[in-house]
């Protein structure tokens, strides 16, 4: 019985960290049922030991590699870069949430489980070697998303951006699944090395290979907000809590693009031609309109919605650009994308306090006199975020314009630049208004341990990666190695 | 025995009505059950293949859309429930606070 038990537990060992996080999301809510709605805050502390227990786990797990559960996970640096990156966006999800809740009203502790579930979910996303993983990793992460979104209860805008993501969210996995039916009738296996034998030999011309591709492009574009699928971000960014918002700029974003490099750089690695066609297709209306729209918000939130979708773009330039090179930069690229916009969100979700919303850009107005802690971060985050050297940004677009200029699509890297060049009209904007302008009130900004701490390892980590970028880019490119 | 094809053919057309639901429905109910019919002609297509190759895969794979589109129906139904609170409507167009 217990050398059953013993065998049980070593057969786990690969999936020890997802463990790990849903065993602590799970204590959370028993815990959180018997503290009666106190003590919130130590359950926030609380499930970042969790977080900082499985990233352990996933270092540890470094020197494991290769396929298990019937090759429906796979561990590898691929899955392990994206790991970190994942625990990464959650733990500054959390330290931004903790005072955040506080002021809105609505601290709880399933908020801290829904954010380790999400997380779990966007794991098992990452190391997915099954159309069956993908998919259940993907409604594992986005079905707390969708809860997440809407979780002020009273409040009907925080209502109306669940609702909308669920539906728009729940339409994109219909289409997935259509796609992933018609892959598994032709392939006959969900396994995607199994998909990727059955397409070196297969008759790429075939058109339902060709529609199923098409769809399972259009449900991971409606995952990382790639343009003509993008409607719902501005709406749910918006109206969702800020910290979720922070959250999900980041982590389902950075976990649409680990499926999104595994199935198209890897699986469907045979339709190469086709892909990147569309891809780069893709990513110029992405930039086009992330940007343009981007420059008549008035709403922050907004704003930075808009511009999530333009870095979207930014990252399948190098998608579309494919090979080694082009999935490193990605991998470089939204992991600085991740940090630098949870650090913008850090900051904008100081200005909410009681009585102020703080989401309009003209709160911004000089914040430099009154704050100049503050504003300095969010300069720092904002000329990141505009690639502005020696910001890690710059480090980001820099290696996905190289990447495409070696693939031999220059057009594509000159009009990410051209875009980019626009972008700097709506973050200067910001800044102008902080540091040019008189403040309308007087204002204090909300404070707190937790979120000094999260701004202070957002800012370390924009500037390291932006003065020193060479360790995270090997380690980006030794993690691609196995992909490809 | 029935050809694939009929089998195929079936899961297309519900794919489409579902789609068209999705997209020309305003009653946030119908556009759910119109998600459901899209899921479902995925499920249709996953079984038809599964029993025409003889593979088992594709009918575990629809064990598991079938868990979690009732997680998706549950999340889904406590949201609606939130807007008729607050808003007192099921229709889509009036959740318009924010605009886009």
Known sequence: ?484 | MIPLSWYVLLSAALFTIGVVGVLTRRNVFIILMSIELMLNAANINLVAFSHYLQNLTGQIFVIFVITVAAAEAAVALALIILLARNRGTVYVDEFNIMKG
């Open chain 1, 1 to 484: 019985m217990l050398t059953s038990v013993q065998e049980i537990l070593k057969q786990l060992v690969p999936i020890y960290p997802e463990f790990v996080l849903i065993a602590f999301a799970l204590s959370v809510l028993v815990v959180d049922m018997f503290l009666n709605g106190r003590y919130t805050h130590l359950l926030g502390w609380y499930s970042l030991i969790g977080i900082v227990i499985a990233a352990s786990m996933t270092i540890i797990l470094g020197g494991v590699q290769g396929a298990f559960f019937s090759g429906t996970v796979l561990l590898d640096p691929f899955s392990q870069f994206f790991k970190l990156v994942f625990y990464l966006a959650c733990g500054l999800g959390i330290l931004i949430a903790m005072k955040y809740l506080d002021i809105e009203d609505i601290h709880r502790g399933e908020y801290y489980a829904l954010m380790l579930f999400a997380t779990a979910g966007m794991m098992l996303m990452a190391s997915a070697g099954d159309l069956i993983t993908i998919y259940l990793g993907l409604e594992l992460m986005a079905l707390s998303i969708y809860v997440l979104a809407g979780f002020m209860r009273k409040d009907s805008r925080s209502n109306e951006a669940g609702i909308k993501y669920l539906l728009l969210g729940a339409f994109s996995s219909g289409i997935m699944l259509y796609g992933m039916s018609l892959l598994y009738g032709l392939a006959g296996t969900t396994n995607l090395d199994g998909i990727l034998a059955f397409l070196r030999t297969a008759d790429l011309k075939n058109p339902v290979l060709f529609l199923s591709m098409v769809m399972l492009m259009v449900s991971f574009g409606f995952k990382v907000a790639a343009v003509p699928f993008h409607m719902w971000v501005p709406d749910v960014y918006e109206g969702a809590p800020t910290s979720v918002t922070a959250f999900m700029s980041a982590g389902p974003k950075v976990a649409g693009f680990a499926v999104l490099l595994r199935v198209f750089t890897h699986t469907l690695d045979p339709l190469h031609a086709d892909i990147s066609l569309l891809l780069s297709g893709l990513a110029v209306l992405t930039m086009a309109v992330g940007n343009v729209m981007a420059l008549s918000q008035t709403n922050i939130k907004r704003m930075l919605a808009y511009s999530s979708i333009a870095h979207a773009g930014y990252a399948l330039v190098g998608v579309a650009a494919g090979g080694q090179e082009g999935a490193a930069s990605v991998m470089l690229y939204v992991l600085i994308y991740a940090v630098m916009n949870m650090g913008a969100f850090g900051v904008v979700i100081m200005l909410r306090k009681a009585g102020m919303r703080g989401e309009e850009i003209s709160d911004f107005a000089g914040l430099g006199k009154t704050n100049k802690t503050a504003a300095f971060l969010m300069l720092i985050f904002l000329f990141s975020l505009t690639g502005i050297p020696p910001m890690a940004g710059f480090v980001g677009k820099f290696y996905i314009f190289k990447s495409a200029v070696q693939a031999g699509m220059i057009w594509l890297a000159i009009v990410g630049v051209l875009f980019s060049a626009i972008s700097a009209y709506f973050y200067l904007r910001v800044i102008m208004l902080m540091y040019m302008y008189d403040p309308k009130e007087e204002f204090g900004l909300v404070q707190s341990p937790a979120l000094a701490l999260a701004l202070a390892i957002s800012v370390t980590a924009v500037i390291v990666i932006g003065v020193y970028p060479t360790p995270v880019l090997e380690f980006a490119r030794a993690s691609v190695a196995g992909l490809l």
